[in-house]
């Protein structure tokens, strides 16, 4: 996520008029004064323009508000990682990482200018007090929300409110032919780090983490405990698109996979001496055969976790190179609840590399740098350049691994781009499948809320004409039929319908199970799990 200090453009002029206005300032007070102007040089500059553009400049200025976009560009000078967060914006980027938010509960998506309400947590006020999964949210405290160019922001500024206030809503239902009214009183929403955690196969258990949050140690714990009592003695951990979070939570997920006193990680930074995290003997997975799935979207404690695991030997490491971000970052609160997140140290694993890639280029092609790998062609083979000699370590069985930006996983799998056609491109770039797949759900949720798990969903869809039935959806939407593209791109536009259906009706536990199909890292995974004994 950006935030404002990365808006150079925008800015810039502000900082400029600052300085024009300081030098206008002095050029002023020199014509009209033959004496020199001195200040008190124990003042700093920054102090002193400030203090000049309040009291002098021609137009009356709020100082507040020029120091709240003048630190963004202080910050642009450092790494990417050092960045300023206005207090307007703390609260909602904390939210996933803290584990909760206070709101009303309901999953939604915005379907032909109507909330649709996808899902309702479990146990949440929303469906304590009876909303459902189809509900057509129309009016919010007595206000319209169908068919008046909705965004998803205008839905969560009305919908989310502080825990014990109280939200009015108005949903139209299958089957009802008024508005029927709800009054919800919001409360805290748990949100789940851990997407989802089934067996594979009789043996393998499969747990996808998107976060480390507050809560992903627990998740996690109980999850683990959860499939070993099914019979799990092999584990799939899946870290792909996991952007990191809090760093005790990858040590302690680390922790359940090493044995007592290897080494997790520890960091280091000039004013920061070194601080070694090590296991302990609290490890409930030491025996499992294990193996990480990393990307290029795989960052910061997703990557302590996979380089751990890889440097001590412990599993495998499938998929393509991690983004690179092993940089620790301090919180400094202010009085107005706003943040500084000050770079104070570096993360390295226990064979000493460092996960961070270099960002010396500037913040824009370090933003780009993922672009970048994907037209080097890193998507399609390991990056041969990413090798660097003079970053060579060892694990500590003795294997080579190499150090200067990530995680470079033992066993490369290239993306898979069988089936991106044309077509493909287009109805995944205007949504068509995402939509489609909403929209049948609607049409047929009395049917298919009474399968009692994806397997027999599925069933009811392989023997359906669904496919012909999203063609001619795509038509509607004016997406042209393209007979050679939509033959080669059947499998990958079939799977994922299918998969967005179950996740209507069943959350996660329906569509991983069936997205697996065209996952060729995933199926890597089995396949390398199938082998060990």
């Known amino acids: 996520m950006k935030y404002n200090n990365s808006k150079f453009s925008i800015y810039t002029p502000l900082i400029l008029a600052l300085v024009l206005a300081g030098g206008i300032f002095l050029g002023s007070r020199l014509n009209y004064n033959k004496n020199t102007v001195t200040f008190n040089v124990e003042r700093n500059k920054i102090d002193i323009i400030l203090d000049l553009i309040e009291t002098d400049y021609v137009d009356t200025v709020n100082r507040a508000d020029l120091i709240e976009k003048t630190i963004p560009h202080m910050l642009e000078n450092l790494d990417p990682h050092s960045v300023y967060i206005p207090a ?107 997407d989802v955690a089934y067996m594979l196969s009789d043996d393998i258990g499969y747990i996808k983490i998107s976060a480390f949050a507050r809560t992903t140690y627990d998740e996690f714990e109980e999850a683990a405990k959860r499939l070993k009592k099914q019979g799990m003695k092999k584990i799939i951990l899946d870290l792909r698109s996991n952007g990191g979070g809090y760093l005790d939570a990858a040590i ?36 499992e055969d294990l193996a990480v799935l990393i990307d290029g979207w795989s960052a910061s404690a997703s990557e302590i976790v996979a380089g751990a695991i890889q440097d001590n030997d412990r599993g495998v490491i499938i998929g393509r190179r991690s983004f690179g971000k092993g940089l620790v970052q301090e919180p400094t609160m202010f009085r107005d609840g706003s943040a500084l997140r000050l770079t104070i140290a570096r993360y390295y694993t226990p064979s000493g590399r ?75 770039a205007k949504a068509t499948i995402y939509n489609f797949a909403l929209d049948f759900t609607e049409k047929h949720r009395k049917k298919l809320e009474s399968f009692k798990d994806y397997r027999g969903l599925v069933r ?57 199909q065209i996952d060729n890292v995933l199926q890597k995974a089995v396949e390398e799990m199938e082998k060990s004994e």
């Open 460 to 516: 009811y869809l392989n023997n359906s004409s669904i496919f012909n039935e999203f063609l001619k959806y795509a038509r509607s939407k004016g997406i042209k039929d393209r007979p050679k593209e939509i033959e080669v791109s059947h499998t990958i536009i079939d799977t994922q319908i299918k998969a967005y259906i179950a996740r209507n009706i069943f959350d996660n536990e329906g569509y991983y199970p069936i997205i697996r």
């Open 354 to 428: 460092c996960i961070q890639k270099p960002y010396d280029k500037g913040r824009e092609a370090y933003a780009h740098d993922l672009i970048e790998r994907y037209n080097n062609g890193e998507m399609e083979h390991p990056d041969s350049s990413a090798f660097d000699e003079s970053e060579k370590y060892y694990t500590v069985g003795g294997r080579v691994v190499y150090g200067g930006g990530g995680i470079m996983p033992d066993i490369f799998v290239p993306l898979d781009t069988l089936g991106y056609t044309g077509y493909f491109r287009e109805v995944s």
């Open 88 to 194: 307007s914006e703390l609260k909602e980027i904390n939210e996933p990482l803290e584990g909760n938010f206070d709101g009303i509960g309901v999953q939604f998506n915005i379907l032909n200018d109507t909330i649709l309400v996808i899902n309702t947590i479990a146990g949440g006020p929303s469906e304590k007090v009876g909303i459902r999964a189809g509900d057509k949210i129309v009016l919010i405290n007595d206000s319209l929300f169908a068919g008046v160019n909705i965004t998803t922001n205008d839905v969560i500024k009305n919908l989310k409110g502080p825990r014990g206030t109280k939200v009015k809503v108005s949903v139209a239902r299958q089957g009802y032919d008024k508005l029927l009214d709800f009054e919800i009183i919001r409360d805290k929403i748990p949100l789940n780090s851990l």
């Open 252 to 287: 302690n997920i680390a922790d359940e996979f090493l044995k007592d006193k290897q080494m997790i990680v520890y960091t280091q930074g000039k004013a920061r001496p070194k601080q070694v995290s090590y296991a302990t003997t609290m490890g409930e997975l030491e025996n």
